[in-house]
Structures are given as structure tokens and as C-alpha cells.
């Protein structure tokens, strides 16, 4: 089946890895053709390197792949996409995130990820928002009916832009949802049989609401394991890597789809100066992505010469969604899967205009989000902290008024613990500086 899918960033090889060679494992896309696109030519021609020895394990040498370089080609790459799937990082790893770290950590701001809100996410996502304009309008002009897939952090200040932008049907994508409930059992050395459960929220907090073994309830057994766990760790003065999701868990109610290192940075308890020894105790790894980035950089050092060397790569499925929902469109087959999609009613204590993580059916048709109903108070009052700075940052993004870019910050959860109001500005105004070649002027 001869569909057109595009990759935006496609210099993010591993990912490319993962879900191109997903997509291939049907036999009915052997015949599509893969468009890559990057401004980064190096990292471009790795990742055709990585598409043509999937093509030839997986496909028969049968795809089509072509590359495009840089903005003047950006529309030629996206002319009659099927699919598009955005995985961009404006920036990079160096000069843009090591500034959404350094300048803040001038400031007394420590983080861990930084790239979904706090700080870090919001400059992340001011200063994606200009390329999602540009590529609203360019789908808009050469593939209106195309479903755009967004992996782009942050997810709900990235997918919000767009979906205020252009009117093709997009959504987006994690992939924590998905290993939530299985992780949480291995954590606490627990089984089930018949495994089912029940997630909503919003991208990277969303909510355990419900996890079963067939009919019996988990959770009560859940609680007590978790706060056992935790307590023997802080006891030895051995912290385990998720002692704060299994804390908020404690006084919350409810286990979140991300990771303990995320979810130190979404709220205002756990990274403050004052309370070093919540660091420690609770094992918080601050400034953890940058360490990432390194090993991620030097890990493909070493793949790429085993590709070249050998022009084949082996791929047995990720857990990434994007190629069931490709299938699902291309074959009518309904699948569901959880996304990030607008709320409109879907959620009924959220608001509106929130981007929320639901489960969706995705068919020939496109995405359908289903009804979810009330979140427990609790978890959607702390929804709402994050709720908050998304929606500034994107009005910010599409309006460029800096009062939102400080208002964002001035209500970010960890921010606002940790700096006074002042510092809070003065700290916007040198990360706006520092990203300037990214951002356009905004109006004071």
C-alpha cells in the first residue's frame, strides 16, 4: 500500500528506529514511501541509513526513501503525506537545553528533566512554537488530510500549538501510559494474571485510576506494598529511583504514568534549596536529561558502525503507538490507544481548552477521544497546577506577549517555590536572550 509518511526531526534516530521499523513489520506498508527531514545533514544521512537498513531486513528493499534538508525543503517533504510524525527538537541538546539548565541553576532552580513544564518546559516550547507555525501552514497548503503524530516535548504546549494553528487531524503521543501498570507491579515484586486498568490525565500526569487482576481490585494491596517500600528506603538511607511517585501516591491516592524524576519537577514539594536532605533521601537525580543526552550521543556512536559494518538492523516491535495507528487508518481496523487530543467534555473537571491524555479510537476515520467523566478531585486539582502554565505558555507562543511568558513562569508549581516573583522575571528575560535566535520579538 503505497502511503507517504514524513518524519519532522528525523535526525532522532533511535526513534526513528523504533517506529519506522514498527510501521514495517506490516507487510501492507512495504511499498510506502518514508520522507526524512532534518536540518541537521549528518544526523539526517544517519537516520536514512538507519531507514534503508530496515527497508532491507524488514521489507525487501521495497520503500521508498528520500531526504530532505533544511526549511527551502521542507514542503516538498511534507507534499502528500499520509502521515506525519514530529519528533523535532528545536535547539538540540547543545546550546538550547544546556541553557534551559545553567541559567536557572544561576538562579538557585534546580530541575531533572525539564522539558514538559517548569521552567525548562516553557522556554522548550516557546521556542518550538515557530517551526509548528510555519509547518501548520505549509500541512494546511500541501496535505490537509494527513494525521500528524506528535512525540515532541513539551506534549501539551507542542500539541495545543498545533491544534490552534492548523486544522489537521493530529494527536499526540507517549509511550508512559502504556508501561504504567506493569511497572508499578514489577516495582513492588507484585503479579497479575489478567492485567487491566484505567489511565487519565494529562501528559505525564496522568492517573492510575483503576488496576485490576481480572475483577480484584489492586490497589489496597498496592498502597500498603508502596508505603512499605518506601519507608524500609528512607529507614537504610537507601532510596529506590521511585520513591516520590509512590510518596505522592501516598497522600494523593493514586500512582502517575511518569517517572519519580519527572514528577519532582511538576510539583512544589521535593527540589527546593532549603530542603536539600528531600534530595537525598528520596533519591532525585537533578539535572538528569543532560546526562541523558550524552548517553544517548555516544550510545549511537557505536550503532552507527555496527549498521555500516553490517546494513542490516534487527526489529521486533517497540512500544511506541504509532504504527498501530497507522494500521488502524489504513486498514479500518479500529485500535485504542491513549493521546493527547484537546479535552472538550472528555474530562469534566478539566478545562476545556486542556490538552488532556485519554483513551482514543483511532479508525479510517481519525481520532475518537472517549467520554472519561470526573477525575478524583484531588487529581484533577493537581492537573490543574500544570494545566495552568501549559495553556500560558501557548497563549504566549501564538501571541508573543512576554506578560505570558511571565505569568506561565510566576504559576509554574516549582518555580514559584522555589524564586520570588522578581526573580522569576529577570530569570525569563535571560532565557529569552539566551534562545533568541529561535523566538521572535514579543511585545512587553
Not at 170 to 176: A, V
Not at 299 to 306: I, P, S
Given at each position: 500500500?503505497?502511503?507517504?509518511i514524513?518524519?519532522?526531526?528525523?535526525?532522532?534516530?533511535?526513534f526513528l528506529?523504533?517506529?519506522?521499523?514498527?510501521?514495517?513489520?506490516?507487510?501492507?506498508?512495504?511499498?510506502?514511501?518514508?520522507?526524512?527531514y532534518?536540518?541537521?545533514?549528518?544526523?539526517?544521512?544517519?537516520?536514512y541509513?538507519?531507514?534503508q537498513?530496515?527497508?532491507?531486513?524488514?521489507?525487501g528493499?521495497?520503500?521508498?526513501i528520500?531526504?530532505?534538508?533544511g526549511?527551502?525543503?521542507?514542503?516538498?517533504?511534507?507534499?502528500?503525506?499520509?502521515?506525519?510524525?514530529?519528533?523535532?527538537?528545536?535547539?538540540?541538546?547543545?546550546?538550547?537545553t544546556?541553557?534551559?539548565?545553567?541559567?536557572?541553576?544561576?538562579y538557585?532552580?534546580?530541575?531533572?528533566?525539564?522539558?514538559?513544564?517548569?521552567?525548562?518546559?516553557?522556554?522548550?516550547?516557546?521556542?518550538?512554537a515557530?517551526?509548528?507555525?510555519?509547518?501548520?501552514?505549509?500541512i494546511?497548503?500541501v496535505c490537509?488530510?494527513?494525521?500528524?503524530?506528535?512525540y515532541?516535548?513539551?506534549?501539551?504546549?507542542v500539541?495545543g500549538?498545533?491544534?490552534?494553528?492548523s486544522?489537521?487531524q493530529?494527536?499526540?503521543?507517549?509511550?508512559?501510559v502504556?508501561?504504567?501498570?506493569?511497572?508499578?507491579?514489577?516495582?513492588?515484586?507484585?503479579?497479575?494474571?489478567?492485567?487491566?486498568?484505567e489511565?487519565?490525565?494529562?501528559?505525564?500526569?496522568?492517573?492510575?485510576?483503576k488496576?485490576?487482576?481480572?475483577?480484584?481490585?489492586?490497589?489496597p494491596?498496592?498502597?500498603?506494598?508502596a508505603?512499605?517500600?518506601n519507608?524500609?528506603?528512607?529507614?537504610?538511607?537507601?532510596p529506590?529511583?521511585?520513591?516520590?511517585?509512590?510518596?505522592?501516591?501516598?497522600?494523593f491516592?493514586?500512582?502517575?504514568t511518569?517517572?519519580?524524576?519527572?514528577n519532582?519537577?511538576?510539583?512544589?514539594?521535593?527540589?527546593?534549596?532549603?530542603?536539600?536532605?528531600l534530595?537525598?533521601?528520596?533519591?532525585?537525580p537533578?539535572d538528569e536529561?543532560?546526562?541523558?543526552?550524552?548517553?544517548?550521543?555516544r550510545?549511537?556512536?557505536?550503532?552507527?558502525?555496527?549498521i555500516?559494518?553490517?546494513?542490516t538492523?534487527?526489529?521486533?516491535?517497540?512500544?511506541?503507538?504509532?504504527?498501530?495507528?497507522?494500521?488502524?487508518?489504513?486498514?479500518g481496523?479500529?485500535?485504542?490507544?491513549?493521546?493527547?487530543?484537546?479535552?472538550d467534555g472528555?474530562?469534566?473537571?478539566?478545562?476545556?481548552?486542556?490538552?488532556?491524555?485519554?483513551?482514543?479510537?483511532?479508525d479510517?476515520?481519525?481520532?475518537h477521544?472517549?467520554?472519561?467523566?470526573?477525575?478524583p478531585?484531588?487529581?484533577?486539582?493537581l492537573?490543574r497546577?500544570?494545566?495552568n502554565?501549559?495553556?500560558?505558555?501557548?497563549?504566549?507562543a501564538?501571541t508573543?506577549r512576554m506578560?505570558?511568558?511571565?505569568q506561565?513562569?510566576?504559576?509554574d508549581?516549582?518555580?514559584?517555590?522555589?524564586?520570588p516573583?522578581?526573580?522569576?522575571?529577570r530569570?525569563?528575560?535571560?532565557?529569552?536572550?539566551?534562545?533568541?535566535?529561535?523566538l521572535?520579538?514579543?511585545?512587553?
Open positions: 500500500m503505497n502511503k507517504k514524513t518524519f519532522l526531526g528525523a535526525g532522532s534516530t533511535i528506529k523504533n517506529v519506522l521499523g514498527d510501521i514495517l513489520l506490516s507487510p501492507n506498508m512495504h511499498n510506502c514511501t518514508v520522507a526524512l532534518d536540518i541537521d545533514k549528518t544526523r539526517l544521512q544517519d537516520s541509513l538507519i531507514a537498513a530496515l527497508s532491507s531486513t524488514l521489507a528493499n521495497k520503500v521508498t528520500l531526504r530532505y534538508n526549511p527551502k525543503e521542507r514542503k516538498e517533504a511534507l507534499k502528500g503525506a499520509d502521515f506525519i510524525i514530529n519528533t523535532v527538537q528545536i535547539g538540540g541538546y547543545n546550546p538550547s544546556i541553557a534551559d539548565f545553567e541559567i536557572p541553576k544561576k538557585g532552580l534546580r530541575q531533572t528533566i525539564g522539558d514538559t513544564i517548569g521552567i525548562g518546559g516553557i522556554f522548550r516550547g516557546l521556542r518550538t515557530p517551526f509548528l507555525l510555519e509547518i501548520g501552514r505549509e494546511d497548503e490537509p488530510t494527513a494525521l500528524l503524530l506528535n515532541t516535548n513539551p506534549m501539551a504546549i500539541t500549538i498545533l491544534q490552534r494553528v486544522t489537521v493530529s494527536i499526540g503521543l507517549c509511550h508512559s502504556q508501561v504504567c501498570a506493569p511497572h508499578l507491579l514489577e516495582e513492588l515484586g507484585m503479579e497479575a494474571s489478567d492485567l487491566n486498568w489511565i487519565a490525565g494529562i501528559n505525564h500526569m496522568a492517573w492510575l485510576l488496576v485490576r487482576d481480572g475483577e480484584t481490585d489492586l490497589y494491596e498496592i498502597r500498603q506494598r508505603d512499605k517500600k519507608q524500609e528506603s528512607i529507614r537504610t538511607s537507601t529506590h529511583d521511585d520513591m516520590v511517585r509512590l510518596e505522592m501516591m501516598k497522600h491516592g493514586y500512582y502517575t511518569e517517572s519519580s524524576e519527572h519532582a519537577e511538576y510539583t512544589p514539594y521535593w527540589i527546593h534549596p532549603s530542603r536539600p536532605e534530595i537525598s533521601s528520596y533519591g532525585i537533578l536529561y543532560p546526562r541523558r543526552c550524552e548517553t544517548q550521543i550510545d549511537w556512536a557505536e550503532q552507527r558502525e555496527k555500516l559494518t553490517h546494513k538492523l534487527e526489529h521486533t516491535g517497540s512500544k511506541e503507538y504509532a504504527g498501530s495507528i497507522i494500521q488502524a487508518r489504513v486498514t481496523k479500529h485500535v485504542v490507544i491513549h493521546g493527547n487530543i484537546r479535552n472528555f474530562i469534566t473537571n478539566l478545562p476545556q481548552e486542556a490538552i488532556v491524555e485519554i483513551p482514543c479510537l483511532i479510517q476515520y481519525g481520532i477521544g472517549i467520554h472519561v467523566g470526573s477525575l478531585l484531588q487529581c484533577a486539582a492537573n497546577t500544570n494545566i502554565t501549559q495553556l500560558l505558555t501557548i497563549e504566549a501564538i508573543n506578560e505570558y511568558v511571565y506561565a513562569a510566576l504559576l508549581p516549582h518555580t514559584s517555590a522555589v524564586l516573583i522578581d526573580s522569576i522575571i530569570l525569563c528575560d535571560e532565557l529569552m536572550e539566551a534562545h533568541a535566535q529561535w521572535p520579538e514579543y511585545t512587553r
